[in-house]
């Protein structure tokens, strides 16, 4: 029963809100009540996973491999909580800061659409049915880029939308070609039946489409320019819970399904998933530091992290996994913190603009801590929750002899540190330029309360690494199995 | 039949994947619908062609015997036709917005700065 909470609750949230259309303030309620509900459910669900073990339950009860089969493992089950911790703090801030226009079009219902369809992936065990989440993930993420339909929004969303549609084409012929070989489409089904297959060139072709359709959703080099292009275009809710959510559940689809399917593929694909791990993170770096508006800066850097992830599926360890597992956990975290931050800079400046930026350190020390912590998070400083996270796969890196990698991931960090003091020179440290203007120096609650719970869970989750790095080992070594 | 049916998916992705590289907004949704039906027609094609053979269970037998149309590539189809249709329902109407504010076709057009 837990095990269908995720999906449910966001579902009846976002029907509950479609009903009441015309009423805000109880679509404003209903919003945060129903994300904190997820978070409760994903909670619950994790203590039940670790446990009693993996759940699962088939759906109509038609018996696997014939129905379609919900399952959680330790992975999927953090993947929910992150969802739902993410889900929160975005509902609760959109109170504070989305508009009446985009509140009266919808937004609060589409917001659950979309963490409906992001749980429904974490916990599907059923290729098709991960189709068809992915769907209902993109079509609630098209309009929420595109609510409010501003020319940059407009622009920007045509990017995202072209080429997230050809990578469902993709995905799509990529589960075709899957049925039509082996005949099932329960992953552990075909798992199973993949080991008899006959042309095992075949098995690789589909793995390597599956490579480049989930590696288009999660922004790997070569194939993240729709990021760049349309992450910054919508309000700043929309894209922390994008930047969050979105690219992570391809990573997510990425390690669940050649842990899962493509085991015996892994060896052939390893080193190419490596090779673009690496070039990942510095080609999204090297942007970052190129930029000079905040959330452009902060968009590319996804890209970069989206590398580290990739890099535990690439070392392909148990305790790569893990730091993959656990640097997700920290990245989700942080990097919407960085959005939520970008927003709450604009209030009291009216810009995004680091040039036009300035004199934050001096007028607003709380939002100047709550930015520190994050970002020397992501630059992996100890005792942050980025340290242990870059150490877990520093190390996994290290002893499996990789160190070509180890020296990018190193040197990626020091970047990272460097583009963190661009942004706390420029908006925080320097004074106020001549053209920059304070338009607010106070902000709503609404806006604090997120953000402060993100700052502080990026600290909690390095203080108790130990517990977590232990919960993330089991977690990957249930996806070795 | 499969060889006609090879034959149609590869020239559905090649127009598609043209389409895809034109300049104009239209040739682009144009394009992704036509990526969209030659995915689907994959399916078809890998879920067996046969011909008379439903998969139905005779009064006097508790199991199919031989051979069978498999129902299960056309039910995913269904599926992915309907999520095609409302996702291209978009598709057009962003164009149609897009258009109405940047005022061209053309995606070069499409590069200013926010």
């Known amino acids: 029963m837990t095990l269908i909470l995720p999906i449910l609750i966001p579902f009846l949230t976002g029907v509950a809100g479609l009903l009441v259309w015309s009423r805000q303030p109880v679509q404003r309620a209903l919003s945060v009540v129903g994300a904190a509900g997820l978070l409760g459910a994903g909670l619950a669900l994790l203590a039940s996973v670790w446990h009693e073990g993996v759940q699962t339950l088939q759906v109509g009860d038609w018996p696997a491999p014939f129905g379609i089969s919900l399952s959680a493992d330790l992975f999927s089950a953090i993947m929910v909580v992150l969802a739902g911790t993410v889900g929160l703090t975005v509902a609760v801030y959109s109170l504070g800061s989305i508009d009446p226009d985009r509140e009266r079009f919808g937004y609060h219902p589409l917001l659950h659409i979309l963490l409906m369809g992001v749980c429904g992936a974490f916990l599907t065990a059923d290729l098709f049915n991960l189709y068809v989440w992915f769907e209902v993930m993109l079509i609630a993420s098209f309009v929420l880029m595109t609510l409010g339909g501003e020319g940059a929004q407009l622009e920007g969303g045509i990017k995202y939308v072209a080429l997230n549609l050809m990578a469902s084409a993709l995905f799509l012929a990529g589960v075709g070609i899957l049925y039509g070989v082996t005949g099932a489409l329960n992953m552990a089904d075909i798992a199973r039946r993949l080991v008899q297959v006959e042309q095992p060139s075949l098995v690789t072709a589909i793995a390597l489409l599956f490579l480049v359709a989930f590696g288009i959703k999660a922004a790997l080099f070569p194939l993240f320019f729709w990021l760049p292009a349309s992450y910054h275009t919508p309000p700043v809710p929309v894209t922390a819970l994008f930047s969050g959510l979105l690219t992570k559940v391809g990573v997510y689809a990425l390690i669940r399904v050649f842990t899962q399917m493509f085991a015996h593929d892994l060896e052939y694909i390893q080193p190419l998933i490596l090779a673009i791990a690496g070039l990942t993170m510095v080609t999204g770096v090297l942007g970052a530091v190129a930029q000079t508006e905040m959330r452009r800066l902060l968009s590319f850097h996804i890209i970069s992290q989206i590398g580290y992830l990739l890099m535990g599926l690439g070392l392909g360890t148990p305790l790569a996994l893990a730091g993959a597992i656990f640097f997700t956990a920290h990245v989700v975290l942080a990097k919407a913190a960085l959005f939520l931050v970008s927003g709450i800079v604009h209030r009291m400046q009216g810009t995004y603009d680091l040039k036009k930026l300035g004199g934050l350190y001096r007028t607003q020390p709380v939002l100047t801590v709550l930015f520190l912590l994050p970002a020397l998070s992501l630059a992996g400083l100890p005792p942050l929750s980025g340290f242990f996270a870059k150490l877990a796969l520093v190390r996994a890196g290290l002893e499996a002899g990789e160190f070509a990698i180890v020296a990018v991931t190193l040197g990626v960090s020091l970047l990272t540190l460097f583009y963190m003091t661009k942004i706390w020179n420029e908006a925080f440290w320097k004074p106020l330029p001549e053209e920059g203007k304070a338009t607010a120096s106070s902000c709503p609650t609404v806006l604090w309360l997120p953000l402060g719970l993100l700052a502080a869970l990026t600290v909690v989750l390095g203080l108790a690494a130990g517990p977590l790095l232990t919960l993330s080992l089991r977690a990957a070594e249930q996806l070795m199995r | ?114």
Not at chain 2, 3 to 19: E, H, K, N, R, S
Not at chain 2, 43 to 72: K, Q, S, W
Not at chain 2, 101 to 114: A, G, I, K, Q, Y
């Open chain 2, 1 to 114: 039949m499969e060889t006609v049916l090879a034959f149609v998916i590869g020239g559905l992705y090649a127009a598609g994947l043209y389409m895809l590289m034109r300049r104009s907004l239209v040739k682009l949704a144009i394009g992704l619908a036509l990526l969209g039906q030659a995915a689907n027609l994959l399916i078809f094609t890998l879920g067996r062609l046969l011909r008379g053979r439903p998969p139905l269970i005779p009064p006097d037998a508790t199991a199919l015997a031989g051979p069978y149309a498999d129902p299960v590539p056309q039910a995913l189809i269904l599926t992915a036709i309907v999520i095609g249709f409302g996702v291209h329902a978009f598709t057009i109407i962003l164009i149609k917005r897009a258009y109405q504010t940047v005022n061209s076709d053309d995606l070069d057009d499409f590069r200013t700065e926010t």
